[in-house]
């Protein structure tokens, strides 16, 4: 089996694999009440959220259906969202906006660039009807872990600006305080630093967000986050869900809290990626960003000269591991490494092995 290095689907343990052959189910019946009423209540356990202020939604999708979901159900309509923008998926959450014809505005800034902190606080300060902002936390276009401690703190001082939080891939690994940065909602997905299986991802919302939402008419019929919650805290679910995956997931979760939970698989993935930052850096292969402004999930590296990303993707294929490509304008100059699955040590010591006779 190929070792992935790619930042999702993740190679999976062989405990959640077969956690996929458990006995077949109906949505309608009582054992996948108790499945998703499980899954719900440990992915609040993940950041140790009380059920009483925050509540879990699972949907059948990939990463992007939770972050539309987040952006369609949370925005009453007499608000507007402010979009921070350094990378692909922050360019996504403006284009879920402009699609549904959300009130918002972008504050952009090139691929991997750091937020201007500055800029922020003036927006904030001439748009003072600003009532949400949005932000991706780990950007994965880069490897860039934005810093919410400090857009938060900005967003504090114009009042009660709620955040919304792309934590696709960066939930279970990094940090995220949820109360502390006044976080409304954060949407993320089944299939990266958690270890499940792609095909569930989930939103994680403030109750109190929920109940603003009164008087809005539904943006969306199928990612409504309000009817799933409505539903799912009723023992329910609005649509067929993808069984399988919620099993996964499960024993994902499972697995997570009996290693140690997110620190834990911090801990691990900084190790793993700090071997291939060291190593890359006897063989002359530079990193785009400092590691204290990488996340411990992906970093990205630019190309060794002369070494096509094609020629190094397909020789390293041919020893058994999968690299990740730059996206859009970057796919020339650039590669990605991510270190999240059932990875370990050796795994990565091969890898380094494989590279280094390419490129030496
Ligand atoms: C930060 C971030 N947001 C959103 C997505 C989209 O997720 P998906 O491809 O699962 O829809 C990704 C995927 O890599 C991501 O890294």
């Known amino acids: 089996m190929n070792i992935l290095l790619n930042p999702g689907p993740v190679l999976l343990t062989k405990r959640v694999r077969e956690s996929l052959l458990k006995p077949d189910l109906c949505h309608r019946e009582s054992e996948f009440v108790e499945l998703q009423n499980k899954i719900r209540s440990k992915l609040l356990d993940v950041y140790k959220l009380s059920a009483e202020k925050w509540a879990a939604v699972i949907f059948t999708g990939s990463g992007t259906s939770a972050m539309e ?34 009130n918002h505005i972008v504050l952009h800034h090139e691929w991997g660039e750091e937020i201007n902190l500055d800029n922020l606080n003036n927006e904030l300060q001439y748009h003072d009807e600003i009532s949400h902002v949005a932000i991706v936390h780990h950007e994965t276009t880069t490897g860039r872990l934005n810093n919410i401690e400090k857009i938060a703190s900005v967003c504090k001082k114009h009042g009660d600006i709620s955040l919304l939080v792309d934590a696709v891939s960066s939930f279970g690994a990094e940090e995220l305080k949820f109360n502390e940065w006044n976080i409304t909602a954060c949407a993320s997905t089944a299939n990266k630093c958690l270890h499940g299986v792609p095909g569930a991802s989930f939103v994680i919302a403030n109750r109190d967000a929920v109940s603003s939402m009164s008087a809005t008419p539904a943006r969306t019929l199928y990612l409504n986050f309000i009817d799933y919650l409505d539903a799912q805290d009723n023992n329910k679910t609005p649509f067929t869900q993808s069984i399988q995956t919620f099993y996964a997931l499960h024993e994902a979760l499972e697995e997570l809290f009996e290693q140690g939970g997110w620190k834990n698989r911090q801990k691990k993935y900084q190790n793993l990626i700090g071997l291939v930052r060291t190593e890359f850096e006897n063989l002359k292969i530079k990193p785009c960003l400092k590691r204290n402004e990488s996340s411990c999930v992906l970093n990205s590296f630019y190309l060794p000269k002369e070494i096509s990303y094609q020629k190094l993707h397909d020789e390293l294929k041919k020893d058994g591991f999968i690299i990740y490509a730059g996206q859009g304008g970057l796919k020339k100059s650039f590669f990605r490494i991510s270190c999240m699955g059932d990875i370990f040590e050796d795994d990565i010591k091969r890898f380094l092995s494989a590279i280094k006779k390419i490129v030496v």
């Open 69 to 102: 979901s987040m952006i369609t159900s949370l925005i009453p309509m007499h608000g507007k969202l402010l979009i921070i923008e350094n990378g692909v998926y922050g360019e996504r959450m403006t284009k879920i906006a402009k699609i549904h014809d959300i």
